[in-house]
């Protein structure tokens, strides 16, 4: 085969150019590297500064990202009585917001916002709002609209699951008081900033709020939850509760007796008192007119403190075996000693006067309280020294506040010891329970003194604080055998005088009537009085010690005998059942009849 050369050669115009190689200037590749090098450098310089300077700036940016922070809600502990019976919880709610400008349904192209009557349409039937309602609230803001407040946990549950964006669910905790008003005037309340103002919830804050960290948690790239770094306590269960030796059948059982004869007398307020004499628990503390803290904000703030604990009044005839037990303990007096009750003594310039203006002629203890004598115990009282009387009423507290977690508790009234001494007339009254005050929480307490055989014994409705044994823990102030006969003396009171509302077959029950003059600012109000009973049961092995106080009941008829002592015997019978206190005398243990 024949090759045409001339195929290979290339016409002159389709001929490659060739360009010469010059030399590059040794100016222009210095000027190239150093570029470069400081290139580098500034690179290198960069991740130094990075790396050395800011390090820990970056590294905490990162883990700012990285970590997901739920701060505490602020949880309370929850109250329960003495049986367990929930007082106060802690529930969760809900805050519901709305955000339009990110309105979307499941399913929907990202991109489409939904229009407020759309939501409206779905959300009408889950909450109390119509869609007239819902789309005025919404308006033209495009975020941050809340919708509704107290939202339940159900209801949440069901708007969670429309799966709506832009619906934003923010919980917090709601305050609850299952029991309503029956435990308002001892619990208290949280305003709506959850701020406590009244009660246990203002006076044991720090115990009632549940401990509770910050919680974080680290999560990589993808959003894994990463281990490591949990602090100490984090995962820590705060499930402790706030118990009150406070019974809730006793409590209700109380609040209705007291109430319904507040009602009856037309009374300005009432208290009813139950209490362990053993150790100072009490068992109903019930006090009306009371509030719902549910819904304090309807209630007049008057009623958010316990008058139990904090305002004072003259007890009249209930303080007489007080002051029986310390003319005994001083041995002024004796067992078989008779006084003559003329109906009248006079004292420095005052004549005095039985209540009933009646003259009971020579008669004993037993009958003094059972008639209630005020000639009589002015004629005991006389027999001891007032300096000596005077120590012995400071020494039982009655100017000091006793020492209780009952919020707010005051102390009494007395006067200085130079004015009670020189005014012969101070310490005569004071034999019958005037001239001088103190609360109904402490009534009870010196009642208990009487009934444990002369201790002290400190008044509580929690037992988150350590109560106190009375044999061990407090001074005895009266001779056991001074406080049997006392007891025994308030018996008659129930067998034979005044008391005889609260006799109770086959039990033995002590107590003594009160009705005193009501004073104001030193004044005696014409017509007022303070009707009161205190009873002590069983006697013989005594336990408890029930306390009824009402302020102004309004009739002639208004004494002790018919206003207070009603209400203690109804609770008396419930507290008999309720402890399930046998009874004293074996003839009155009824038996199931057979077949």
């Not at 590297?33 to 400081?38: C, G, H, P, Q, R």
């Not at 092995?541 to 203690?568: C, F, H, I, M, Q």
Request: one cysteine or more; proline letters at 7%.
């Amino acid at each position: 085969m024949r090759v045409n050369k001339n195929k290979s050669k290339l016409s002159p115009g389709k001929r490659k150019r060739v360009v010469p190689l010059e030399k590059v200037p040794a100016h222009r590749m210095r000027l190239v590297f150093f570029t470069l090098l400081f290139g580098l450098c500034g690179l290198g310089g960069r991740l130094a500064w990075l790396q050395v300077l800011q390090a820990s700036a970056l590294e905490a940016r990162a883990r700012s990202f990285q970590t997901d922070f739920t701060r505490p809600l602020g949880i309370r502990r929850s109250i329960v009585d003495r049986m367990g019976r929930l007082v106060a919880l802690d529930e969760k709610r809900y805050r519901l917001w709305a955000h339009p400008r990110y309105f979307n349904f499941p399913g929907d192209d990202p991109a489409l916002i939904r229009k407020p009557i759309d939501i409206a349409r779905r959300l009408s039937g889950l909450i109390p709002m119509s869609m007239s309602e819902i789309v005025q609230r919404l308006g033209d803001r495009p975020s941050g609209v809340k919708l509704l407040e107290d939202v339940d946990t159900d209801t949440a549950t069901l708007i969670k699951k429309l799966g709506i964006s832009g619906l934003d669910l923010e919980p917090y905790p709601q305050r609850v008081y299952p029991q309503g008003s029956l435990f308002g005037n001892v619990v208290g309340f949280l305003n709506h900033d959850r701020v406590p103002q009244a009660g246990l919830e203002q006076s044991l804050n720090s115990e009632i709020v549940r401990y509770e960290q910050p919680r974080s948690l680290r999560r990589g790239a993808d959003g894994t939850p990463l281990p490591g770094d949990i602090a100490p306590g984090v995962l820590f269960r705060d499930n402790f509760q706030l118990q009150l030796t406070l019974d809730v059948r006793l409590q209700e059982l109380a609040m209705e007796a007291l109430s319904e004869q507040v009602s009856r007398w037309s009374a300005k307020k009432g208290v009813a008192i139950v209490m362990d004499v053993t150790n100072g628990e009490m068992l109903a503390l019930a006090s009306t007119p009371t509030y719902d803290p549910n819904q304090y904000w309807r209630f007049p703030t008057s009623r958010f403190r316990e008058w139990s604990v904090q305002d004072l009044f003259e007890p009249g005839s209930t303080f007489k075996p007080i002051n029986l037990a310390l003319a005994l303990q001083e041995e002024v007096i004796n067992e078989g000693d008779t006084v003559f009750d003329e109906g009248r003594i006079e004292v420095g310039g005052w004549p005095l006067y039985n209540n009933d203006r009646i003259a009971h002629g020579v008669i004993d203890y037993p009958k003094l309280l059972q008639v209630s004598s005020n000639v009589g115990m002015v004629k005991t009282m006389q027999r001891l020294s007032p300096d000596l009387y005077w120590d012995w009423l400071q020494k039982l507290g009655l100017d000091s506040s006793p020492d209780t977690d009952l919020p707010g508790a005051v102390a009494g009234q007395l006067k200085s010891k130079k004015h009670f001494v020189l005014q012969t007339i101070e310490p005569a009254t004071a034999a019958f329970g005037q001239g001088f005050s103190l609360t109904p929480i402490k009534l009870a307490q010196l009642h208990a003194l009487l009934a444990n055989g002369g201790y002290l014994v400190n008044p509580r409705i929690t037992r988150q604080l350590a109560t106190r044994d009375s044999s061990s823990d407090n001074a005895q102030i009266l001779r056991p055998e001074v406080t049997s006969k006392v007891l025994d003396w308030m018996e008659s009171v129930v067998n034979e005088g005044s008391g005889q509302g609260v006799k109770t077959p086959g039990y033995r029950i002590g107590g003594k009537t009160g009705t005193a003059q009501k004073a104001v600012n030193g004044t005696y109000q014409p017509g007022a009085r303070i009707c009161s009973f205190v009873a002590i049961l069983p006697i013989d092995k005594p336990r408890y010690v029930v306390l009824v106080v009402v302020d102004e009941p309004r009739g002639t008829n208004a004494y002790g005998s018919t206003v207070a002592v009603p209400v203690a015997k109804k609770i008396i019978d419930g507290l008999l059942v309720i402890e399930k206190i046998p009874p004293t005398s074996k003839r009155f243990n009824f038996q199931p009849a057979k077949g």
